[in-house]
């Protein structure tokens, strides 16, 4: 079991599947559109034995694999995956099925199309099962090529503006990266994120750095702030972190739903994972320095896009604030837990509470969010493209199925018990309201603004008048209600049985916090 | 064995010759089963040479009166530049498939330029490598004034003068060196043991560094590069751009950097800043990383944008050439080889898929045509390839702009800004040239009935294949090309340089 | 009075000897046997017999070598003359074979007895170390010549440039006898060993100057250097072609070899140097000052012709220029560097004049238009032009390029620890980049030009055609493996006393 190499084949499993996809071309839009699901159930499966065969218990990194790659530079080639590791790889595999399954829109270059998302699924689960800076560059920069082109070629009207905003922010933040590690390598000859960890931890990290790159007027603490926020600046483009956001409302409005489906479940989730995985192992005495601005920060992420929610009017950028939002919370718990404690026992666990609530808020958010916009998508195929909400109107009565579905989730998404939304952000409020009371006290304004668009879009779309021209909208078909069934079930029984994620990630999360020494 | 590639690309040549007029594909098959004979020998010697020692392949007596032996050798970084000739040759046959006015000459001439590449990289002997490096000016200057476009017949003679008056100064230098050094021989390890006079080897150094320079593109000897590329036929711009360019900058390092070594050293007194012959070339390769670049981003001619971008392409490898440490060295010999690939690729999609279809290179004009729908393949290619030459991890280019960033930054910290800077506005230019050519801006998607293209035939997938392939090879698994260069860069030949001005 | 042995003289000019009898015996047949033939039958059998002719006087050079020296330098035979005199007499034969197809006069036998006797001329120059007898030899070439450049009476320009040639050869011609007769003043014998021992001395005689300016004037006209050369372009471009090649190759190779061992063995000990920086008077400034000039203006205005012939006359000039280099660098070697290089020249001159010969005559003109696309036409020919014209520009890996390569070595490795010639070096090589400009023009025109559509059809005879595979194969191979010929210079030289 543990000499197959799992994780290189979960890798390139997505990549095999473009390429079949692509040499089944145009001719059959639907057998492409089939095949690409199959393999996407297939990475699923893989993960799912990955996920039965992970030991719980153990906090170290399993499944993992070493090749030398360039000897020269002593860099090596190095997998690996802990709970987090886990966490990450299962959300992809849920939401890419389903984001394949909200593209039945798309009858141009369907086979491109689909290939272009396989692709993009490979370099998300190399993004997330890397250990080593330079293939896992690789693949954060590789991943741009096919949103890119995914946004751009069956977007919307102003895709290509949208398209190259996000390129550009995303490689400007990756230049950062690229020089801050570049740096650290240079100094300490290693790329390895868990040696650079292990540094780290031994206080040796910057004072190699200083003593190898000391530059004519800086002072060994600007240095090693620098580096610190050439590599925030790279994942902050990504979570995104106000105000480096600006990209994110065009891109996941323009772009097909599907893509925007993907972009939200397991694009944005590439920031936080460097957050958890990169940042917060190597960087976290540099965040202590500037733990206040931070907590600014992500204050300003989750009231700012609340309150920008509210003010919208396509459903795609309500959910695309409401994303920026939501994602607001696992930041504030991030930078909460850096803080430091001293040997304060039950503040130690409120960081354990935190850093659990974190992890279950990705995929919580990535599976509700996911969910959400397919609801659009499906809602957008029968509107012929209309997805403002004051477009529609008493949906209720004619699509039923659709409201009582679409409003579970958007329970969801507003927090409320019994969902799996509410789990993620209790545990993140009762760890951070300990830690950082004025910042989450001010975060739960954005609680408060989010009940109010939610309702409001309950209110606008299903209740209310009913607009004559919907009179004749069909409601779910047979398959449809099928494929949402998954979802939904998903979110009760996380809401009412939270251990499912929980079992897994506890250990790493408490890891992660005690590796934080103070 | 290697030498084979030689004799194979000449006898592949006179064989042309003598098949009947007007058999246009008999022509094809043998120049492209030439081709890849050749590239075949050059892989099996790479196997069987894997840690990059040096090997004889020949050496005879050849002028005895003058001491001029007929010596063949190979090293890790001639036997990659070797197989870098073998994969241009192939792709560049590949892609002029559709030649079909006075294809055996075509083809001929072309394979006569092989040969007397694979002859260059293989001397050890300099009066050998000279003449091999001079047959290549011949035709070379057939293939574009014959085959040609835009001003072939004038880019073709500046080209051919260019080259000539280069290979002058680079001649004036050797034969300096050859009599003063005793007139008893031209073998490059002894002349490069010999200890010429530190003032003998402060002149001749940059004449002959510069004679080799001006092939490779060194700004501002670089004006050549622009017209040249763009009035070249396809094949013939990927070999230049690919291939022929990087003779020069394998001349600067292989007989320019060993045998005249403490040329690189300072002069004792400062001029403008700078202190040494190497200092003025860092410079002037830094000058031609951001001045190609900058002027690649203005051109309106989607075949003078690669031309620019050439010569950006080159100055790194030059600047690395000057950082004289070994990861810089390691880097330059690693991006002529990325560079070459991804010349011919860009070269190839912007000649053989877009402009022998559309007869226009008009970036406004092509745009409106809205070619990503009609010949998607061309678009996925280049887009490919510009990725790969922006230097995006997971291609050839990202390792060898890595190390040359590294060196240069160890040696000329300040430089390294500039290169990150070159860096940047690679990556605009390209996405300016493929937004503007393949992606219609007006966002329309759906097209107004389009003139047909004809389709993209099979050989020119195959190249694309090929050249793509051979990126993410090098991407991928850069250590099967380090692990032969760096030994290279530790054998007596550059012991000069290593006492010299190592770091 | 020292005896002379009269059978021994005979042995030793054997050769000359054949060579004159198959003269005559041309003359004889043709005026005889063949009057009421056609012009090129007899051009045909006339060219044959004479070729049979050098070929014995080679086989006699080859098979009963003799070294001799009778009467102090009168007549001399050694193994360097001997390959030398072979050199000429392979090169009279395919400037002979060139007149095989032609028609431009009717007086055959006259026309190839001259050529003989030219050839005769020469053979007797380059055997000889007397002035008398280096003039006596030099009148005959000479006087052959100016009346084989006027051959084609049809054509006004024809005598025209011979009667240029004529008038400007006479003045040299006389300069050169004042020289000689200096010489003669200075040191009372005509033996350039003698002389040589005479001369020598701390300072230059003021005669002395004037002898090696009149002499370097004579030699100079001979050679076509500036700016003695104002007869070359129109005898190139008016004289029939095979004059013309006959001219420009094998007259080259003698006067060159000449004009080594008169400033060589004769002016020995006046040479001065002709270093950049230190400049010591004496012979070798002057004739360092007429190879750049040559080199100049040769090169230079050659880029603005439009006639083959004009523009072959100007790289002639140039070329003349880097041969001259090799006498400013006086060395055993640069006269091995010499005899190769002007050997190679000569072979790829006279490939040249026979395919100017085809096109002539079967286009009407040699002007560079007439010879756009003929690569379509005439395959072998325009190869071979490629060949020749590539080799004259320098281009490895032909003869040309190893020539100058070769030749640019010896001289710059004439003084050895110094650098003095390194400017002469830098001019021709500079030059020599620039000649590439329009060379590469001609093969321009042949092979990437269109084809006129009113182009005439062009039908090399075979005689010509296998003519031009032979030089062409000669040129490549002797700049494939340059040893083949060195080898055979360099033994003759030393086993030759000089």
Not at chain 3, 218 to 232: D, E, M, Q
Request: charged letters at 10%; a positive charge; hydrophobic letters at 55%.
């Amino acid at each position: 079991m543990t000499n197959f190499p799992w994780i290189t084949a979960l890798t390139l499993l997505p990549v095999a599947g473009a390429l079949v996809v692509l040499v089944l071309g145009e001719r059959n839009k639907n057998l492409s559109r089939w095949t690409a699901l199959a393999f996407s159930f297939l990475a699923l499966a893989l993960t799912l034995i990955l996920w039965h065969s992970f030991d719980k218990t153990s906090g170290t990194l399993q499944f993992q694999e070493w090749h030398n790659w360039v000897p020269a530079f002593g860099i090596q080639y190095h997998v690996g995956i802990d709970g987090l590791g886990l966490l990450v790889l299962l959300l992809t595999s849920i939401v890419v099925p389903i984001g394949m399954a909200a593209s039945s829109q798309i009858q141009e270059r369907t086979s491109l199309y689909y290939s272009l998302i396989l692709l993009l699924q490979s370099c998300l689960f190399g993004t997330f099962t890397a250990l080593n800076f330079f293939h896992w560059f690789l693949f954060w920069e590789l991943s741009l090529i096919p949103a890119f082109f995914l946004i751009k070629v069956w977007g919307g009207p102003r895709s290509t503006k949208a398209a190259t905003q996000f390129l550009v922010y995303t490689m400007v933040g990756g230049v950062g990266l690229l020089l801050s590690f570049l740096a650290i390598f240079l100094a300490t000859h290693k790329s390895d994120f868990i040696d650079l960890a292990a540094l780290a931890q031994s206080g040796q990290l910057m004072p190699a750095v200083i003593d190898k790159l000391a530059w004519h007027h800086v002072t060994p603490q600007h240095l090693a702030l620098l580096l610190f926020a050439g590599a925030f600046l790279g994942f902050a483009v990504k979570v995104p972190v106000f105000p480096f956001h600006t990209w994110l409302p065009a891109a996941y409005s323009e772009a097909p739903t599907g893509t925007t489906i993907l972009l939200t479940g397991a694009m944005s989730k590439m920031g936080l994972y460097g957050f958890l995985r990169i940042l917060l192992p190597i960087f976290w005495p540099q965040m202590q320095l500037v733990l206040t601005p931070l907590l600014w920060l992500s204050v300003a992420t989750i009231v700012f896009s609340a309150y920008a929610a509210l003010a919208q009017k396509d459903l795609k950028k309500i959910f695309a604030y409401s994303s920026i939002n939501h994602l607001g919370y696992c930041l504030l718990a991030i930078f909460a837990v850096v803080k430091f404690t001293g040997a304060d026992a039950s503040l130690t666990a409120e960081k354990y509470a935190a850093m659990n609530g974190v992890f279950l808020q990705m995929f919580n958010h990535a599976l509700t969010a996911s969910t959400l916009f397919w609801f659009v998508a499906l809602l957008e195929k029968r509107s012929g493209g209309l997805r403002g909400i004051n477009d529609f109107g008493g949906l209720r009565k004619v699509v039923p199925v659709f409201a009582g579905l679409m409003g579970i989730a958007l329970f969801s998404s507003l927090g409320l018990p019994g969902l799996n939304g509410f789990i993620g952000e209790f545990l993140i409020f009762k760890g951070t309201f300990p830690l950082t009371t004025w910042a989450s006290s001010l975060a739960v304004l954005g609680l408060l603004v989010s009940a109010l668009f939610i309702l409001g879009i309950i209110q606008r779309v299903f209740s209310g008048p009913l607009n004559d021209k919907w009179l004749s909208l069909p409601d779910l078909s047979t398959g449809e209600r099928v494929a949402l069934v998954p979802a939904i079930g998903l979110m009760f029984a996380l809401g009412l049985y939270p251990q499912l994620i929980l079992a897994f990630v506890n250990t790493t999360a408490i890891q992660m916090v005690q590796h934080l020494k103070f | 064995m290697l030498a084979g590639t030689i004799y194979i690309s000449f006898l592949g040549a006179a064989g042309l010759l003598l098949l009947p007029k007007g058999s246009v594909a008999a022509a094809r098959i043998l120049a492209l089963l030439t081709a890849i004979a050749g590239f075949s020998l050059a892989l099996t010697s790479f196997v069987h040479h894997r840690s990059g020692e040096l090997f004889t392949v020949t050496r005879v007596p050849w002028i005895p009166t003058l001491g001029i032996e007929y010596h063949l050798a190979a090293d890790g970084i001639s036997l990659t530049m070797i197989l870098l000739t073998g994969i241009i040759a192939i792709t560049g046959i590949l892609f002029s498939w559709n030649i079909v006015e006075r294809t055996k000459e075509f083809f001929a001439f072309y394979l006569l330029l092989i040969g007397a590449v694979y002859g260059v990289f293989l001397s050890y002997d300099l009066f050998l490598l000279f003449v091999f490096y001079e047959i290549v000016i011949i035709p070379k200057y057939f293939l574009i004034a014959i085959w040609g476009s835009t001003r072939r017949e004038y880019g073709a003679m500046k080209l051919a003068i260019y080259s000539f008056v280069g290979s002058t100064m680079v001649l004036i230098g050797l034969i300096a060196a050859y009599v003063v050094a005793g007139s008893k021989t031209t073998s490059l390890v002894d002349l490069a043991q010999y200890p010429f006079s530190l003032h003998f080897q402060m002149l001749a150094f940059p004449l002959v560094f510069v004679g080799f320079a001006i092939l490779a593109g060194l700004w501002p000897f670089h004006t050549w590069a622009p017209t040249g590329h763009v009035a070249a036929p396809t094949a013939a711009s990927m070999l230049l751009a690919g291939v022929v360019m990087k003779l020069g900058a394998y001349g600067c390092l292989r007989v320019a950097m060993t045998l005249f070594p403490l040329g690189l050293g300072p002069w004792g007194f400062h001029v403008l800043g700078l202190a040494s012959w190497r200092d003025v070339f860092a410079l002037l390769a830094v000058i031609g990383i951001i001045y190609g670049a900058l002027v690649a981003l203005v051109q309106k001619d989607f075949k003078f944008v690669i031309g620019y971008s050439s010569v950006s392409h080159m100055g790194f490898i030059l600047l690395g050439l000057m950082t004289l440490n070994q990861i810089g060295l390691t880097g330059a010999v690693l991006q002529m080889l990325s560079h070459g690939l991804l010349a011919g690729l860009m070269f190839a999609v912007v000649g053989r898929m877009v402009y022998a279809r559309t007869h226009t290179r008009e970036l406004a004009i092509l745009g409106p045509m809205n070619l990503w729908n009609i010949i998607p393949f061309a678009a996925v290619t280049f887009i490919i390839a510009g990725m790969a030459s922006m230097g995006l991890p997971g291609f050839s280019g990202f390792w060898a702009e890595l190390m040359i960033l590294i060196g240069v930054w160890r040696s000329y910290p300040a430089y390294a800004l500039c290169v990150g800077f070159g860096i940047i506005i690679g990556v605009v230019y390209i996405w300016r040239a493929m937004l503007k050519a393949f992606f219609a801006e007006t966002g329309v998607k759906l097209t107004p009935p389009q003139p047909s293209l004809p389709p993209i035939t099979l050989p020119e997938r195959l190249g694309a294949i090929i050249l793509i392939g051979a990126s993410i090879f090098v991407g991928v698994c850069p250590q099967v090309f380090q692990n032969i260069i760096i030994p290279a860069f530790n054998s007596p030949l550059f012991e000069g340089l290593r006492k010299g001005s190592w770091q | 009075m020292t005896t002379i042995n009269y059978a021994q003289l005979l042995r030793l000019a054997l050769p000359e000897v054949i060579v004159v009898a198959t003269a005559l015996l041309v003359m004889a047949t043709d005026l005889l046997v063949l009057r009421r033939c056609q012009t090129r039958v007899r051009f045909a059998v006339a060219a044959g017999l004479a070729s049979l002719g050098c070929a014995g006087a080679i086989v006699r050079i080859f098979f009963a070598p003799e070294v001799a020296n009778i009467l102090d330098g009168i007549l001399i035979a050694n193994p360097l003359i001997h390959l030398v005199q072979t050199a000429l007499l392979l090169l009279t034969i395919f400037a002979i074979l060139i007149s095989v197809d032609s028609t431009f006069t009717e007086h055959v036998g006259e026309f190839i007895l001259l050529i003989l006797i030219a050839t005769a001329g020469m053979m007797f120059l380059v055997g000889t170390q007397d002035l008398l007898v280096i003039f006596i030899s030099l009148e005959l070439l000479s006087l052959s010549l100016y009346i084989l450049a006027a051959f084609n009476k049809r054509s006004a320009q024809s005598w025209e440039a011979a009667l240029k040639y004529f008038l400007f050869g006479g003045m040299s011609a006389a300069f050169l006898l004042f020289g000689f007769s200096l010489l003669y003043g200075l040191s009372n014998s005509t033996s350039l060993p003698q002389i040589a021992a005479a001369i020598h001395g701390p300072s230059l005689n003021p005669l002395l100057v004037i002898a090696i300016v009149t002499t370097a004037i004579g030699l100079g006209f001979k050679v076509a250097a500036v700016p003695f050369h104002f007869w070359a372009p129109d005898v190139y471009q008016e004289a029939p072609a095979p004059s013309a090649a006959f001219i420009a190759s094998g007259s080259k190779v003698a006067s060159f070899f000449i004009f080594f061992q008169i400033m060589t063995l004769g002016f020995a000990g006046a040479a001065g140097t002709a270093a950049f920086t230190h400049l010591v008077r004496g012979w070798v400034p002057v004739l360092a000052l007429m190879a750049a000039a040559s080199m100049l203006l040769g090169n230079l205005v050659a880029i603005a012709q439009t006639s083959l012939r004009r523009l072959l006359a100007y790289s002639a000039i140039a070329h003349a220029g880097y041969m001259l280099l090799a006498i400013v660098a006086h060395t055993q070697q640069s006269l091995t560097a010499l005899i190769y290089y002007v050997v190679t020249y000569a072979l790829a001159t006279v490939g040249a004049f026979a395919v100017i010969s085809v096109v002539e005559e079967q286009t009407g003109s040699d002007d560079l238009s007439n010879f756009n696309g003929i690569c379509r036409q005439a395959p072998v020919l325009s190869f071979c032009l490629a060949i020749f014209i590539l080799s004259l520009a320098g281009i490895p890996p032909l003869a040309g390029f190893f020539g100058k390569f070769f030749l640019f070595v010896t001289v710059l490795g004439a003084a050895p620890g110094s650098m003095n010639l390194l400017w002469l070096i830098v001019l021709a090589l500079a030059m020599s980049a620039v000649s590439l400009y329009y060379y590469l023009r001609i093969l321009k025109r042949v092979y990437v030009a269109p084809l006129a559509a009113d182009a005439k059809e062009i039908h090399p005879p075979i005689i010509t055609q296998f003519l031009l595979l032979v030089l062409a194969a000669a040129v490549v191979v002797l700049g494939c493996d340059p040893q083949l010929f060195l080898q055979h210079i360099t033994t003759a030289i030393q086993s030759s006393i000089l």
